[in-house]
Nanobody
Framework: VQLQASGGGLVQPGGSLRLSCAGSGFPLENSAIGWFRQAPGKEREWVSC????????SYTDSVKGRFTISRDNAKNTVYLQMNNLKPEDTAIFSC?????????????????????WGQGTQVTVSS
């Protein structure tokens, strides 16, 4: 069971990036998926999540209206589209899969329920 996060990079303020969280060894559709980020000197912060069915999505207030989470079960991948990026979005972004939320209509907004984690991908927003 592995998660692979990718898509990070250096972008100017106002720019966009799309992060991908690809699963191998198990179908991501059987779990809720969450994105978290950790900026230098700060604790890991929940950013967004999507339920196993894809019908429920949630966002932390600071990214609402700018980020969109989605899933493509055929590709076994969850995406985080990030628009209008700001310097304060600079962080290492990582994704997690929560199997205990497999049958839930909701998705967890804290890290404890996530069973598997991918390595992080660096997002740097700077001019």
């Amino acid at each position: 069971v592995q998660l692979q996060a990718s898509g990070g990079g250096l972008v100017q303020p106002g720019g966009s990036l799309r992060l991908s969280c690809a699963g191998s060894g198990f179908p991501l559709e059987n779990s809720a998926i969450g994105w978290f980020r950790q900026a230098p000197g700060k604790e890991r912060e929940w950013v967004s999540c999507i339920s196993s069915s894809g019908t429920k999505t949630s966002y932390t207030d600071s990214v609402k209206g700018r980020f969109t989470i989605s899933r493509d079960n055929a590709k076994n991948t969850v995406y985080l589209q990030m628009n209008n990026l700001k310097p304060e979005d600079t962080a290492i972004f990582s994704c997690g899969a929560s199997l205990m939320y497999r049958y839930s209509v909701d998705c967890p907004t804290i890290s404890d329920p996530y069973d598997y984690w991918g390595q992080g991908t660096q997002v740097t927003v700077s001019s």
